[in-house]
């Protein structure tokens, strides 16, 4: 009988402060599975041993991803986890070469609900079909935003590396257990801190009108659609906002309000209002100095919408409105209240607080970013692609998700739904997508 290893047993069981963020991460699953994903494509294989001893050593230097969730009226926290197999760290499923059934196994696969009640909050899988590896990872959204996710799967990467060299990571990475959203405040100079205080917040009124048909009734079942925007089309978008001043984001943004406008037929002197993540590690020093955490606050970007304008019109417009909503320290007022309100509250009142008070947008949009080729390196194994996306939406919410890696953008959405609704969600990201790739054709270079 083959004897199972396990993780050698603390002398006793360790708590962790529970930051609160991620309780309000845990408050918002009624909207959301809030579960963050992320998919690793290999040319080849990777060594599954030393994967599952960088995921082991993960655990250590970041404990309290090898904990579980134990909810308190007056405290929460997270408590750790003994006598967990080591096999479980990272389970291997090995699979025919058959596209269809590969497709709908890496579905099953990823959207995967975790359980924080029983922990871990991180699961890793490997799918191995035809001599390559998919590395599917699932990490509770209570643990980081998607920023923070990244440098988790960053750290992965460089744990199975000094592995496979035979050597042990040399650097000191205690840092990244620091959670406490004071790591933003502390970095500030007085001046700066009563500025954003004093500052008149910037917030607009989302429309609840606006949303997606989603059957009131039937059988849901989580689906992640995966769309991806090659290199030219998304280069040549980059270049035109790039030479015009404007960022990515502003187009993604610009496209996601274009889209709305058409699918959704609001009227046309109708104001699209839709929320945006603010990365509030734009306030430290050195981003990288920030732990696996959850950092990340919202604000509001609203334009009236006219989608017979020239599409780089309609970026320029979201520019301008970004530009006055990041004026001064954009996100951080309404963060740094909303903390200060709720940290003094025992946490069954903080709960109900968020829940009765939390508004969650019907219709969302983030943009994650880009994936740092340079650090998501596996020694030994080719990477040809990732892409990582937030939580899994219940009706009648939705989101779209951006990242981007090796100069192409994966744009995705996770949505629970019904079998007929998943073809409606189909057809709008694919609306969204041709609105994109509609805008690269217009502006490539002819002759």
């Not at 109900?352 to 970013?369: D, H």
């Not at 919410?397 to 079998?419: K, L, M, P, W």
């Amino acid at each position: 009988m083959k004897q199972q290893s396990t993780i050698e047993k603390r002398k006793s069981t360790m708590h962790y402060k529970v930051e609160i963020w991620d309780e309000i991460q845990k408050a918002c699953e009624n909207f959301n599975d809030h579960n963050l994903h992320a998919v690793v494509r290999f040319a080849d294989t990777v060594d599954v041993g030393s994967l599952r001893a960088a995921v082991r050593e993960s655990f250590e230097i970041v404990p309290m991803l090898h904990s579980r969730f134990v909810a308190g009226m007056v405290r929460s926290r997270w408590e750790s986890i003994d006598g967990l197999p080591l096999d479980d760290g990272v389970e291997l499923i090995e699979t025919d070469p058959t596209d269809e059934k590969f497709d709908a196994l890496l579905e099953r696969t990823i959207t995967r609900r975790l359980d924080e009640i029983r922990g871990p909050l991180v699961a890793v899988t490997i799918l191995r079909n035809g001599g390559r590896d998919t590395l599917c990872v699932v990490c509770s959204h209570m643990v980081c935003d998607g920023a923070g996710f990244k440098r988790y799967l960053y750290l992965l990467a460089e744990l199975y590396s000094a592995i496979q060299a035979g050597k042990k990571t040399e650097r000191n990475l205690s840092f990244l257990r620091r959670r406490t959203d004071r790591q933003v405040y502390e970095q500030l100079k007085l001046k700066d801190f009563l500025s954003f205080l004093t500052k008149p917040a910037f917030r607009e009124k989302t429309n609840k009108a606006l949303k997606l048909g989603f059957e009131p009734d039937g059988i849901l079942a989580p689906h992640m659609l995966v769309r991806i925007l090659g290199g030219e089309t998304f280069g040549t978008l980059a270049s035109r906002a790039k030479t015009r001043g404007f960022t990515v984001n502003d187009v993604f943004l610009a496209a996601y309000f274009r889209v709305i406008q058409r699918e959704l037929r609001p009227a046309p002197s109708t104001r699209i209002v839709l929320p945006l993540m603010v990365d509030l590690r734009r306030y430290l020093r050195d981003r990288e100095t920030a732990g696996i955490c959850n950092l990340s606050s919202t604000l509001h970007c609203g334009i009236e919408v006219d989608v017979l304008e020239d599409f780089f019109d309609t970026v320029k417009r979201v520019h301008e409105r970004m530009g006055e909503a990041k004026g001064g320290y954009p996100g951080l007022k309404s963060f740094f209240l909303l903390s200060s309100i709720l940290r003094w509250m025992p946490s069954g009142l903080r709960r109900v607080m968020i829940r009765r008070n939390f508004n969650f947008a019907l219709l969302g949009m983030t943009n994650i970013g880009i994936i740092d080729g340079t650090r998501l390196i596996f020694s030994g194994a080719t990477v040809t692609y990732a892409y990582v996306n937030g939580s899994m939406k219940y009706p009648p919410y939705f989101q779209i998700a951006v990242s981007t890696f090796g100069g192409q953008a994966a744009v995705t959405v996770n949505q629970y739904c019904t079998e007929s609704d998943l073809a409606m969600v189909g057809r709008f990201l694919d609306a969204y997508v041709s609105e994109l790739e509609r805008a690269a054709k217009k502006t490539a270079p002819t002759g």
